[in-house]
């Protein structure tokens, strides 16, 4: 019995000293200090919201707005409370729903459209419904187009290209910027104004109640056919449009010379003074900002 009791008695000299003890300690609290620091959650800094992600983000709101408005209002239909309300509808869609956005701001002139002839309506419904199945992935910058009619009365079309650059994808930014002529040729018409290249022959759209569907085509077709202007016009900007992305990475001066050659284009039509100056300005910024961002 007391050869047991003294095998279980604690033996002192098998007791860890003081001093390697602390050792001990001190190399288990440096070994989990890291995966303490590792579980510790890391605080981010919010992230910063640039001048261009606010424009992408507001600039189709404004597309949306002004082509609504300007839709609602290119024939004499809605009241003006409905203006108003077919506008806010067409920018909070394009807010949250770019696809429905697109689809209101298009739909806007279908009734003053349909109220002044019945074939033009049904024209311009399937125009609109191809429009929006070209611009269904992006939808976003589907109504770049309608920069067309509000840079043509200042003589801005050949800015169109450069405008139209959002636009993903060739075939779409070549469209964005045919259909910017030909829309603002339209709209123009529609108003009875001159069409709105300097230099073109045709006047306004002679269109009545009872036209049909082809008819109201075939017309359309012969104005941007026989006028040599608003076809190269459209043409070439189209071509400009879808180009610009590779000039611009074959060579520094690649947008400088698109915007000479452009600019040239519009002074053998006939361009003023003051939309020439403006339309080499532009130009002249683009090249430059090109130039700055390849260095």
């Known amino acids: 019995m007391a050869a047991v009791e003294g095998a279980l008695a604690p033996n002192p ?5 003081a001093s390697a003890l ?3 300690l001190r190399n288990a609290i440096r070994k989990d200090a890291p995966r303490q620091a590792r579980s510790r959650p890391q605080t981010t800094a919010a992230p910063v919201t640039r001048p261009e992600e606010l424009g992408r983000r507001f600039a189709p709101v404004g597309l949306a707005a002004v082509s609504a408005a300007l839709g609602a209002t290119l024939l004499p239909f809605w009241p003006p409370a409905l203006v108003v309300a077919i506008t806010l509808v067409a920018a909070l869609a394009a807010w949250r729903m770019p696809r429905v956005g697109l689809a209101v701001a298009l739909a806007a002139p279908l009734f003053p459209l349909g109220n002044a002839a019945e074939g033009a309506a049904i024209l311009y419904g399937l125009l609109a419904l191809g429009w ?6 992006d939808a976003r910058w589907g109504l770049l187009f309608v920069t067309g009619p509000l840079l043509a009365p200042l003589g801005l079309l050949a800015l169109v290209p450069l405008v139209v650059q ?3 994808g060739i075939v779409r930014r070549a469209a964005q910027a045919v259909v910017a002529v030909l829309a603002a040729a339209v709209v123009a018409g529609v108003a009875g104004d001159d069409l709105p290249l300097p230099g073109a022959l045709a006047k306004g759209f002679a269109i009545s109640p009872q036209d049909s569907v082809r008819e109201i085509a075939a017309g359309l077709w012969q104005t941007a056919l026989l006028d040599p202007v608003l076809l190269g016009g ?3 900007l189209g071509l400009a449009a ?3 992305p590779w000039i611009r990475r074959q060579s520094g001066y690649g947008v400088l010379a698109v915007g000479i050659a452009l600019t040239a284009g519009s002074v053998v039509v006939g361009a003023g003074f003051a939309g020439t100056l403006l339309v ?5 910024i683009a090249a430059a900002i090109s130039a700055g961002t390849r260095q």
């Open 234 to 236: 459209a043409v070439a």
């Open 166 to 168: 959002p636009v993903r």
């Open 22 to 24: 602390a050792s001990d």
């Open 132 to 137: 929006i199945a070209v611009s269904w992935q």
């Open 13 to 17: 000299e098998r007791r860890p000293r």
């Open 242 to 244: 879808a180009a610009l």
């Open 280 to 284: 080499a300005l532009g130009w002249a």
